[in-house]
């Protein structure tokens, strides 16, 4: 993969397509999820080694309870094993994994596996993976909104001089940049409400590669678009 160039900061990736990936291979579902972490790992290094500082990965979103009990299962307990069996790889890559989304409603053994991997890796300064589980943009915004009142309540905070630094700050991750560049696999091009707040600027990417087949080809591809980008922010170009 190609070093030329700085790459974008904050890299989120919408994994998508385990489960036509396995349908192609005339295989159960959990096949395509299985290669789906095979992939995740082929990414991690790949964005630690080219020194991307912070990546995002939708690994379970608030609507996707809404899938069989039997895939919620495979899928929750896939997660589970990914975390126990990776952490202490990543903690000699010396990167630092954080999971981000409502962990009430998780078991107390993957809350364990995610207590621990967050321990273990805690000292990383490489590259920062946020892991989403039982995420979603809309439940941060609720979760933001909810720490916003109590700031209120108890007097911290005014309401009618809330801003946008104050609103980040209350974020259930408040150090987690804007996103600089998302990745969506699989032809999809929706947000399937992965960050909202720190979408505001990103510049968006899709392929029609499932997630089980991503890899350096489609990250290179997708970084090179990227630095054809002008990115303007409301201002002029630079150019
Ligand atoms: C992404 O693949 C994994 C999760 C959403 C957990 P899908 O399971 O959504 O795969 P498709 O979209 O059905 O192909
Ligand atoms: C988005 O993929 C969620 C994750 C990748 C975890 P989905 O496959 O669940 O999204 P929709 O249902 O196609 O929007
Ligand atoms: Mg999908």
Redesign the pocket.
């Known amino acids: 993969m190609s070093t030329a160039r700085t790459p974008p900061a904050h890299v989120a990736i919408i994994m998508?397509?385990?489960?036509?990936w396995a349908q192609q291979h005339l295989r159960p579902r959990a096949f395509g999820h299985k290669a789906g972490r095979v992939a995740v790992d082929r990414v991690v290094t790949a964005c630690a080694k080219v020194g991307v500082k912070t990546l995002s990965l939708y690994a379970f979103s608030t609507e996707n309870w809404r899938r069989p009990p039997h895939e919620v299962k495979i899928l929750m307990e896939l997660i589970e094993t990914a975390l126990r069996e990776e952490a202490e790889k990543m903690r000699k890559n010396d990167i630092r994994l954080r999971v981000l989304g409502d962990r009430t409603p998780l078991s107390a053994s993957l809350c364990n596996a995610i207590d621990e991997a967050e321990a273990l890796t805690a000292d990383g300064t490489r590259m920062n993976v946020v892991l989403a589980i039982n995420y979603s943009g809309q439940w941060a915004l609720c979760e933001t909104a909810r720490r916003l009142a109590q700031a209120v309540a108890r007097g911290e905070l005014q309401a009618d001089t809330i801003n946008e630094s104050d609103f980040a700050a209350h974020r259930p991750m408040p150090d987690l940049p804007p996103v600089d560049l998302l990745i969506r696999s699989?032809g999809?091009m929706r947000l399937s409400n992965f960050h909202l707040w720190e979408l505001a600027y990103a510049e968006l990417w899709f392929t029609d590669v499932l997630w089980p087949d991503f890899g350096e080809a489609q990250l290179d591809a997708a970084f090179a678009a990227y630095h054809h980008r002008d990115r303007r922010f409301g201002a002029l170009s630079h150019t």
């Open positions: 998508d397509g385990n489960g036509r699989s999809e």
